[in-house]
Every structure is written in structure tokens, then in C-alpha cells.
């Protein structure tokens, strides 16, 4: 046993169930095991994240994430209609991220948020935007951070990054 809690820098194990308006959105998976996040590093939503901060192993939590500290609240003007010729050979799905990249050399995800005959319509609007999210966490894991995993600014790893 360690004293070890959740602080800037740990990597944290975790698993979790997502609910939205009673409905499981999106749960941590038996076989890929749980999900592993650095703490203080932005890599989860900041109102779950603010929420596990000083929590020790073994903790079991429920909470609840306005869309505020969560996906963002809903841009009803983020909407853009796109001819379909634009994404030949594609299968597009509602709810599918699709990275862009801008002028100035950004990159930024547009969602699909529906798909006609003609034209597809893009949002900035992530799926989850505009939700209240209510999680349902067991942290399983927590250790200090390589040097590198910081320069990343995620985990290495099982449940992290595989580079
Ligand atoms: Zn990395």
C-alpha cells in the first residue's frame, strides 16, 4: 500500500461508466482494461478531473459534469453544410470526429452531425456538447509520471498512448 494520491503529473488508472440522460454513452472496457490519464494535463473533461484531484486508490465516485466543465455548452451558429463531393470515398456517421486543417495551418475536429444525399452537415459542436455528463469512476492505479510522459503531456503505456 501507498500514500499515493491524485496530484499534477500522476498517471491515474481508472475505470469509468458515462451516462447521459440515463443512457450509457461510453463505458471503460474489460478487455482494453482502464484508461489511464495524466493528472492536471487537460487529457480528461476539467470537471471530472477537478473532481479525482487528491483521491486515493481504491476510490469509487460518482460525478456529475455540467456542460460547462464538460463538452462545452452547444454553438448553434458552429453548423456548416459541406457538398458530399468534398468526402468521396468516405463513410461518413453522425457523431464521427473529422480533423481539418485551416489556412493558418491549425487543425481543428468538426463533428458530423447528419448526413443527406447531397451534403453533409459539420459542427464544432462536440456530440457530447450541451450534456450533463454523470460518471461513474473507480480509480485503480496511480504512479508518477516519466519525464518524457510530461514533455507529452499524456501516459505511456497500458490504457495510454502507444508510441
Ligand atoms: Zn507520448
Redesign the pocket.
Known sequence: MTDITVAKGHVVSFHYTLTVDDQIVDKSDAERGPLAYLHGYGNIVPGLERELEGAPVGTKKQVTVPPELGYGTRDDDAYEKVPSSEFEGMQLQKGMPIQAQLPDGRTVVYWVDAVAEDHVVLTLNHPLSGRTLNFDVELVGIRESSD??KA???P?GPGG?Q?
Do not use: R
Open positions: 518524457e510522459e507529452h503531456g499524456h505511456h498512448h508510441h
